[in-house]
Structures are given as structure tokens and as C-alpha cells.
């Protein structure tokens, strides 16, 4: 069994944020594979759905926790299902790059991102990573930015583009 884990805020005020842009890759991803709805797990705090990757069940996590909370889902799921780290893989935001850019890693620093710290804190440093860069602005403080909304265009330049190569990256990777 394998598993992926989005990183977001599940509260409706973040939903077009950049800090929740797999909250949006899920949308696009649930509609594109036939599955509409996770099935929540409150005693977990974790929100589930499964995907079947060439015949081999794959959990889909949504963790129901503030995002540097997330590492507690994730290691109840581990648990419960019991994942071997070689089988999870993380997607989560960065803003080091121009937006857009996609990057897979098996072993990466944290850099910035305070969730990606707790994992390694918590559990372990070699895990699969994939970073979609959400670009950053330097008007704005770190976390203004990474809690603002995506603009019109570069949301149809994710539903256009970029959601359809992280698609390809997870069928690849996973």
C-alpha cells in the first residue's frame, strides 16, 4: 500500500490560497480519476480516499489538523495501515522558485517550510517530495503570502498546465 499526503489548511478561508494548492490539485485530480469525496476520520484527524495505481491500492491523506500539525495524521495513517516510509510521498508548496516549477526528491532539505521540519523531526529525512513552487513576492511577509489567494491567471495556468504534470510526476513516482 502506498501513500500520498497533500499539505493544507481545511478550513474554507485558506481554500485558494497558495499555501492550499493541493487542496485545488485534489479538485482537479478527484475529477480526472472518478472519485469525488474523502471519507473523514475524525478519531484520526485525517480526511481518506483511495486511488488504485497499476492494481496497487494507494491511500489519498488529508490531514484535518493545521498544516505543522499534519506530521500527527501522518503518523497515524503510517500506523494504522501500516506504510513503510519507502511507500509515502509528500506534496506541498514552496516559494524559492519562480511560480510553477515542479521538482521531485527523494531527500531534500526543509528549506522554509516549517511542515517538511516536523517530518523530519518526527519521523525521518529520507522521504519523496514533490515541490510545486508557488513563487514569492517581497512586499509581502512570508506568511501574508504564502495565505493569499492565487490570481486569475495563475490559477488557469495551474488547471492548464501544471496539475496535469504533477499528475503525471505522482503516476511516475509513487
Known amino acids: 500500500m502506498k501513500l500520498i499526503l497533500w499539505l493544507w489548511n ?34 484520526f484527524k485525517w480526511e481518506i480516499a483511495f486511488w488504485d495505481i497499476d492494481g496497487e491500492k494507494t491511500i489519498l491523506l488529508k490531514p484535518i489538523t493545521y498544516m505543522n500539525l499534519s506530521w500527527e495524521s501522518l503518523k497515524e495513517v503510517m500506523n494504522f495501515y501500516k506504510i513503510e516510509k519507502k511507500d509515502f510521498i509528500v506534496i506541498f508548496d514552496d516559494m524559492s522558485m519562480d511560480f510553477g516549477k515542479l521538482r521531485y ?16 523531526k518526527y519521523f525521518w529525512e529520507d522521504f519523496k ?41 505522482l503516476e511516475e513516482k509513487v
Open 10 to 43: 481545511p478550513w474554507n478561508e485558506y481554500t485558494y490560497t497558495r499555501h492550499n494548492i493541493w487542496f485545488l490539485f485534489l479538485d482537479f485530480f478527484a475529477s480526472r480519476n472518478g472519485f469525488w469525496s474523502f471519507k473523514l476520520e475524525s478519531k
Open 129 to 169: 517530495r514533490i515541490k510545486v513552487w508557488v513563487g514569492f513576492n517581497a512586499n509581502f511577509e512570508v506568511s501574508d503570502w504564502v495565505l493569499s489567494k492565487f490570481t486569475k491567471t495563475e490559477l488557469e495556468e495551474l488547471d492548464k498546465n501544471i496539475f496535469f504534470e504533477v499528475e503525471k510526476m
Open 105 to 120: 526528491r527523494e531527500n531534500w532539505s526543509a528549506g522554509w517550510h516549517n511542515w517538511v521540519k516536523s517530518i523530519i
